[in-house]
């Protein structure tokens, strides 16, 4: 076991390299496939006053003329090492870990993200509580009790639920409960946890609900189909069997099956979040990773952008590991040597 | 030029588009003065004082849909930001604040009177107030000055301000107090100062309008011990009546009293409020919610409200009756490229001309209350601006005979096909491509619409020559605001071809010799009437040229919560003047 | 040996009971798989009504097509500005401007009319959501079968291939593509290339979610006795992957393709939310549904539409997916 | 068939030895029919039979005869609504068929037990096989766990599994096919049930560990003195093992003797058939296996007639005889039943003449 985590640790390591380098690539090597010059990528971060040379003096300093391996070599020291920027006028030290630095609000990345990380991550959490809290009770209650009007009506409000765009359910949401009954906080009043836990819970409440249901409706959904399969198995038989009453044989032996599925999905989804739930926290004005990317998108700047998609991918591989490594605590069958 | 760094903010994806920060008039010419008036009613706050107090304290809560480009007086280029700014730093002068055309005036402000001025209007010396200090209880001296214009120098360190200093300014190859051999950091031998209270300024060239520079946050002074680069936005030192108390960048920050500042000192600030927050990246629409619904006093960018709480608002006489609805020193016009055939006749141009719906214009940005309907490149608030229509048409509908014929005479009877251009994030702008699609589309003109990225617009698309020209950019939407309201801050930077570079332009396509002469004649004219007049014959000769289409001057539908007192649009800024409001609780 | 219940899909306990393998002819009335799906699927009149509306609707979209593109005959773009108040630029009357004429209403500002762009922009939602959907499944099932069925070194390689694509914040990764690739890419005009690049990245970016399912389907394919038969007879890898596997990997590609399609539309409105969608004027569901997301404060009326086409479309593919699963799957029912 | 018939072969195959009047098992006419799209399957449908304490009975028959279906009537594992029972099963004198599920469900693990075919599939593979033996235990005990554990390793000694207090922990991935159906009798047994169903206990396993288990069985039904029904479909299992054997086809039974007549003396058909798809170890190898030709039938469609008309090389031998008429489920020998068209003399002269000699 511990071999097992040692090697998942180290594959999840090299998996990241991977795709810092892809991401790396395909942020500072398509747009010169796609015709840019590095004098086109540099100007963006020179002042007004300057002339050819002084852009194409930025676009050495900032390295864009060396090799993309170079400058990936760099961008990865960085982030163990910290890093220097040469802004022209001085030399900004960005400590390690240092996820770039921006040029155009001419800061580090990385206090950045660790600033916006606090809210995606109040964000993705409450959400996640509710959405397996009522995805998955539904999905069982659901499955067990097939076909009847429970079924039915809460399979059809999962289905309507991933059926909607969150940015039309979240304004609804906002319109209806924030503006027309004025219940809840309107849409950018975030708080931060440990300054006013009430306020906090305030402003993520519809964030959360809206989030959760979309959610909640792909895992009632996938609770139920699992659930009725499960609860076609051998095993359950044999529970039955035994003599069993109903309630042990689904929580004990049928839930207990679902649970592995649920856990994959769950993972792969909390880690898609917490790297930033870009629509949710558009369409509330949540200052979150997914806000901050969308921003920097705009704004083309590429160090955050940049930043921001590695963290994502991190939180991704690390559920993936996380889900890994629970399964076998889960899955016996699962050995690892 | 209050450039496009002005107008850059962009709130992300689909959320609104905030329009703009803009300078220049208020509703017309009508100016009431100083008399102050409680009766609302739209446009209370026009010309006049609404709910004039001197009553001190409560705290004065604003939002702002984006974020500053900096806090840094050095670096800063937004109309709100230099309208904000006076509350924690001093310039030399400043807009004064007053209602209407009276806060388009300059008055001394850290200096104790207007510039004087050598007779080849190459040197200009000020003399510094006594008795001003920084927040830490430092007396201000010249000296302070002097570094902070040199340190604005600087565009690779500050990069977003405007470039009049490194333009007029004898720098002798001065670039930057960083770079300086002196170790104090005043190198620079443009700027003089004999004494700590004289500061004198040396000129490359005449000019006779210093003073508005002289106006420029850059003049701030900034302490070279507490000089931190780039990281000075982080905690700028006060001059003014507030100083920062926190501040987290990108999300909030709030001002409260500095001890320091002296009102003895300062015979134009109020300073109401004991306390300013500030809330960063709010999204518009709830910022407008927030004003109606009396949760917030100002939305600090001052470019109106968004088209829903617009519709809201207009649609409500209760709430209406607490608006205003103010021209400014904005103009919303499309670039018509002569480097791409066959705009390159003047006669396919004037097509055009003629083809356009303005009206539909218009409606891009919100009807009549978005903004009045433009023929020529001058808004009207700017003093001298004259009426000129070059290309009439009924109702300002189009004239499609007219157009046809200015077609033939081109050689493309049955119409051409170019590409439009817009800032992706610029919903307006989108509509606006849209309406000249319908409206040129008349007359056979078949345009393809393109979006590029609003941050990168001038530096790599529109604003780049080889690029426009590449990419076939007949048309490329645009807006220009004044960086203060006369002929210079308005038409220079969009008219003048001779400072078109290869990249970030702001002067897309009005490339004309005529055009240039008429500037270098207004440039040069001593007296100011004749001046006005000059700027207007250089707005009559680019007209002429038809290389741009005027949409539309910009208004800006202002919500005035009631808890505000002392509120009055200043033609300085087309906004609500910050430095005057107080609150009533 | 299987559940009882299972008997109750109308075909006797299956047993593999070699002593009393059958010569003859079956007693019973053999039904192939596909036969016995289409008759269940018929039967669910849920997945048959969606099934028609998708039909419907594809026609729609064809047609829709070329009225648009290829005749002219209809113009999403034009302008009804008399209807539109020109104070509040929202559209005259109730209900967003809904009358006999404009029975969706029209846009504000300019006026188009609502029916005729929700019936423009079907083709290109609904192209999106096939062909990016066809080119992850296309992939996605390439991929996963190679993986399967060879197994050692090239399947580690394609799964971590595939947990390498896994990774990428897919939606972030979209919109900062889709700004840096320059909008005259591929050689299309007009919207094409944008329309080629949508579906791109959306395709491209998710093969690996049913890379992973096919790739386990074909694992544990792999070692039931007929492929173990097909292969002991000598059948080369082609053979057995596209006359033996595939057939097999039908069921669950076309089950998931039909679940995809309709999360690819939604994908399609998300990025135009975020303002990297089809460029102007032409419309699809998701750039309307997106801009009306600004004006729903004071015409509320204009999300409806465009959300109901959304909605409805994702509706019926999400139902019919569903049908077609327990129509295929004999343990889904 | 008539009642009074399944009546007098209740009384006489297998006679109760402690309550002369009623067996421990009894199933009267039982029918368990599932609607379906199709129609309905009548996968057992007329099934009369009864069993004794210390009996072991064994139940022959392809695929689709019904003989699983009977189990998990008995054991009441059909999902309700699914399945329509009728007749009565009696256990010990109470009818399960009327009974609650409660009181089903309270019987089940207690009093009656089963092992199933796959021993992989039927263990919940994320407990320990420890875990799962308490569960059964302390469903019907109320000890605490260290108790039932105790007696889990007991029960795992007794089924042979070597070191059993440790591989109690075991999870049932890590026991070998044999092992782990010796566990599942195990659990089966640890409760000390008056009835064992085993269904197809062997099938899944090796042909060497088939032996073993079946050993097993017979033991352990010896020392708990519990009544076995034993499911297969191979005769060669239960020829050692059973006192009677049951053949059924087509949801119903076609023949019912001692195990030795049902081997020496086999009067239907489909007996013979089965007989003859047997593969014998002490026979030649050189003659071929006798398969039944055709497919079971469709339990919807069941043919008319003789259900196994079809199939059957001697259906014509009585006229259209067996296309027409049901045959009767009649005793043709003290305790030996069949139901086949065919006379005592056809069926004497064919298995002389035609099978015998093949086997």
């Known amino acids: 076991m511990f071999a097992y985590i040692i090697r998942r640790l180290i594959g999840a390591v090299i998996l990241l390299f991977v795709v810092s380098m892809v991401t790396f690539a395909i942020f500072f090597l398509v747009p010169r496939i796609a015709g840019a010059t590095v004098e086109d990528m540099a100007s963006r971060y020179v002042g007004k006053t300057a002339d050819e040379a002084a852009i194409h003096s930025m676009a050495e300093r900032l390295g864009f003329t060396d090799p993309l391996y170079e400058q990936y070599g760099r961008f990865v020291a960085g982030i163990f090492a910290g890093a220097d920027y040469d802004t022209g006028a001085e030399v900004v030290h960005c400590p390690a870990p240092c996820f770039g630095y921006s040029f155009i609000t001419r800061n580090p990345v990385w206090p950045d993200l660790v600033d916006r990380m606090g809210v995606t991550i109040s964000l993705a959490l409450g959400a996640a509580v509710i959405w397996l809290a009522f995805g998955v009770g539904t999905g069982v209650v659901s499955a067990l009790r097939r076909g009847t009007f429970f079924d039915r009506a809460s399979m059809g409000i999962a289905l309507a639920g991933v059926s909607l765009p969150i940015f039309f359910t979240g304004l609804l949401s906002l319109t209806i409960f924030s503006y027309g009954l004025g219940w809840t906080a309107p849409g950018g009043s975030y708080t931060d946890f440990a300054e006013d836990p009430l306020q906090w819970a305030g402003a993520l409440i519809l964030p959360w609900i809206t989030l959760a249901f979309l959610n909640a409706a792909g895992y009632a959904r996938l609770t139920r189909a699992t659930m009725l399969e499960t609860m076609n198995e051998d095993f359950i038989r044999t529970a039955r069997a035994k003599g069993l009453n109903e309630r042990t044989v689904v929580v004990k032996h049928g839930l207990r099956s679902v649970l592995t599925p649920i856990l994959t999905i769950f993972g792969l989804d909390l880690g898609i979040l917490l790297g930033g739930a870009v629509l949710t926290e558009s369409t509330y004005s949540l200052p979150g990773l997914g806000k901050y990317a969308v921003d920097a998108i705009v704004s083309n700047d590429l160090p955050k952008v940049l930043g921001v998609t590695l963290v994502g991918a991190t939180f991704i591989i690390i559920a993936n590991l996380v889900v890994d490594l629970l399964y076998a605590v889960v899955d016996p069958r699962v050995r690892y040597s | 030029m209050r450039k496009q760094r002005t107008v850059t903010m962009v709130a992300a994806g689909a959320a609104a588009v905030m329009a703009l920060s803009a300078c220049g008039g208020g509703g017309g010419s009508n100016n009431n003065s100083n008399g102050g008036t409680t009766a609302t009613g739209p446009n209370a706050a026009i010309g006049k004082v609404f709910n004039p107090s001197d009553k001190k304290g409560g705290t004065l809560r604003m939002a702002n849909a984006g974020d500053w480009d900096s806090l840094d007086p050095g670096d800063t280029y937004y109309a709100y930001s230099w309208n904000f700014i006076r509350l924690y730093g001093r310039s030399l002068m400043m807009f004064k604040p007053a209602p209407g055309q009276e806060g388009a005036k300059l008055t001394p402000d850290l200096a104790e009177a207007k510039g004087e001025p050598s007779a080849d209007l190459k040197t200009w010396t000020y003399k510094i107030r006594k008795g001003v200090k920084f927040e830490d209880g430092t007396v201000v001296t010249s000296k302070d000055v002097k570094y902070a214009v040199s340190r604005s120098l600087d565009k690779d360190t500050f990069p977003n301000g405007p470039t009049y200093f490194n333009e007029f300014l004898d720098l002798q190859g001065y670039t930057s107090p960083y770079k300086d051999s002196d170790p104090n950091g005043l190198g620079l031998k443009a700027i003089e100062t004999p004494d700590d209270n004289t500061i004198v300024f040396k000129l490359s060239k005449p000019f006779a309008d210093f003073d508005y520079f002289a106006g420029m946050p850059s003049t701030i002074p900034v302490p070279k011990a507490k000089d931190t680069g780039t990281k000075y936005k982080e905690k700028v030192i006060s001059t003014g009546p507030y100083r920062f108390e926190t501040n987290e960048l990108g999300k909030s920050f ?26 960063l990246n709010v999204n518009a629409d709830d910022i407008d919610n927030r004003l109606i619904s009396g949760d917030l006093d100002v939305d600090v960018v001052g470019s109106g409200v968004q088209p829903a709480a617009q519709a809201k608002i207009l649609a409500d006489q209760a709430l209406k009756a607490n608006s205003d609805n103010p021209l400014a020193a904005r103009l919303w016009y499309t670039n018509i490229n002569g480097d791409v055939a066959p705009l390159n006749n003047i006669e396919c141009r004037k097509a055009i001309q003629y083809a356009a719906d303005k009206t539909g214009y218009q409606r891009a940005y919100g009807g009549a209350t978005g903004g009045e309907i433009a023929t020529s490149l001058l808004p009207p608030v700017i003093p001298g601006s004259e009426k000129i229509d070059l290309y009439p048409s009924k109702d300002n509908a189009g004239d499609v005979e007219k157009a046809k014929q200015a077609l033939a005479a081109c050689g493309q009877p049955n119409g051409f096909e170019t590409n439009i251009a817009y800032r992706a994030e610029r919903t307006k702008e989108k509509a606006v491509a849209e309406s000249l699609q319908q409206s040129l589309g008349r007359v056979g003109i078949k345009l393809n619409i393109k979006s590029y990225p609003t941050a990168d617009y001038a530096k790599l698309y529109a604003g780049k020559p080889d690029f426009a020209k590449s990419n076939n950019l007949g048309l490329m939407v645009f807006g220009w605001a004044a960086d203060w309201p006369n002929g210079f801050g308005f038409l220079k930077e969009i008219t003048d071809s001779r400072t078109i570079k290869p990249a970030g332009n702001t002067n897309f396509s009005i490339k004309d010799p005529k055009v240039d002469a008429a500037i270098d004649k207004a440039m040069t004219e001593k007296d100011e009437a004749a001046r006005q007049k000059a700027w207007s014959d250089v707005d009559r000769a680019a007209m002429e040229t038809a290389y741009a289409l005027p949409g539309v001057i910009a208004k800006g539908l202002y919500y005035r919560p009631k808890n505000l007192t002392n509120v009055f649009i200043t033609d300085g800024f087309s906004e609500y003047d910050y430095t005057a409001l107080g609150v009533q609780n | 040996m299987t559940a009882p219940l299972e008997v109750s899909s109308g075909s006797s306990e299956a047993q593999p009971e070699a002593a009393l393998q059958g010569m003859g002819k079956k007693a019973i009335q053999g039904r192939s798989l596909g036969q016995i799906a289409w008759m269940r699927l018929k039967r669910d009149k849920v997945a048959m009504v969606s099934g028609i509306l998708i039909v419907v609707m594809i026609i729609a979209a064809v047609v829709a097509l070329l009225l648009d593109r290829v005749f002219g005959v209809i113009d999403p773009n034009a302008f009804n500005q008399d209807l539109i108040d020109p104070d509040l630029q929202i559209p005259r009357g109730a209900m967003g401007g809904i009358s006999l004429e404009h029975p969706f209403g029209v846009e504000p500002i300019n006026g188009r009319d609502i029916l005729t762009r929700i019936f423009a922009g079907s083709w290109i939602s609904l192209l999106i959501g096939f062909a990016a959907t066809l080119l992850s499944v296309l992939i996605g099932t390439v991929m ?56 791109f990245i959306i395709g491209f970016f998710s093969w690996p979610y049913i890379g992973r399912i096919i790739r386990a389907q074909t694992l544990s394919l792999r070692e039931r006795e007929f492929i173990d038969a097909s292969r002991s007879l000598g059948a080369r890898a082609p053979h057995v992957l596209f006359k033996e596997l595939l057939p097999n990997l039908v069921a669950p590609i076309l089950v998931y393709s039909t679940l995809l399609i309709p999360t690819n539309i939604l994908f399609e409105a998300a990025l135009s939310f975020l303002g990297v969608g089809i460029q102007p004027p032409s419309a699809t569901w998701g750039t309307m549904l997106s801009e009306a997301s600004r004006w729903y404060q004071v015409d509320a009326w204009y999300m409806v539409f465009p959300g109901l086409a959304i909605f409805i479309t994702v509706l019926a593919f999400n139902l019919f997916g569903d049908g077609l699963r327990d129509a295929l799957d004999p343990r889904a029912r | 068939m008539t009642d009074s018939k399944e009546d007098l072969l209740a009384g006489d195959a297998a006679r109760p030895s402690n309550r002369p009047d009623e067996a421990f098992l009894q199933v009267r006419d039982l029918k368990v029919h599932f609607p379906t799209d199709d129609g309905i399957v009548k996968s057992v449908d007329g099934l009369t039979f009864s069993l004794d304490r210390g009996k072991t009975l064994g139940i022959v028959g392809e695929s689709g005869s019904g003989k699983s279906v009977t189990s998990l009537s008995i054991m009441g594992l059909h999902k309700q609504g699914t399945a329509n029972i009728s007749g009565q099963i009696l256990l010990d004198g109470q009818d399960l068929v009327t009974s609650t599920p409660e009181q089903v469900r309270e019987l089940r693990g207690k009093r009656m037990a089963m092992i199933f075919q796959d021993p992989l599939t039927a263990m919940h593979p994320y407990y320990t096989i420890g875990a799962q033996i308490v569960e059964a235990y302390r469903v019907h005990h109320k000890v605490s766990k260290a108790v039932a554990k105790k007696h889990a390793v007991e029960m795992l000694d007794r089924v042979g599994i070597p070191q059993p207090d440790k591989r109690v922990d075991d999870y049932p991935h890590q026991f070998s096919g044999g092992m782990r159906q010796r566990a599942m009798i195990a659990m089966a047994l640890s409760c000390d049930p008056e009835l064992l169903i085993a269904d197809e206990p062997t099938t899944a396993l090796d042909v060497t560990v088939q032996a073993q288990i079946l050993d097993l069985i017979v033991d352990l039904q010896k020392d708990f003195n519990s009544a076995v029904i034993i499911i297969t479909h191979d005769l060669g299992v239960v020829a050692e093992l059973a006192d009677d054997i049951m053949v059924m086809y087509a949801g119903r039974s076609v023949e019912y003797g001692n195990s030795h007549e049902i081997f020496t003396a086999p009067q239907h058909p489909y007996t013979w058939g089965l007989l003859g798809s047997m593969p014998r170890l002490d026979r030649e190898r050189s003659e071929r296996l006798l398969p039944i030709k055709g497919t079971p039938p469709s339990l919807i469609n069941v043919p008319e007639g003789c259900p196994f008309n079809p199939r059957c090389a001697f259906a014509g031998l009585n006229g259209d005889l067996s296309t027409t008429e049901r045959p009767e489920f009649r005793e043709v020998s003290p305790g030996h039943h069949i139901a086949c068209h065919l006379s005592g003399e056809q069926r004497q002269h064919l298995w002389d003449t035609e099978i015998k000699p093949k086997l």
Do not use: C, Q
Not at chain 2, 263 to 275: E, G, Q, S, V, Y
Not at chain 3, 164 to 174: I, M, S
């Open chain 3, 144 to 199: 996963g079968v190679i993986a399967g069925y060879f197994r050692g070194w090239v399947d580690t390689f394609i799964s971590r291939l595939m947990d390498v694509f896994l990774a990428f914040p897919l939606l972030l990764f979209a919109i900062a593509l889709v700004g840096v690739v320059p909008d005259n890419a591929f050689g299309f005009g007009r919207d094409g290339s944008r329309i080629f690049m949508l579906i």
């Open chain 2, 254 to 279: 709030t001002l409260v009293r500095n001890e320091h500042w002296d009102p003895a000192t300062d015979p134009n600030r109020k300073a109401l409020p004991d306390k300013i927050t500030m809330a």
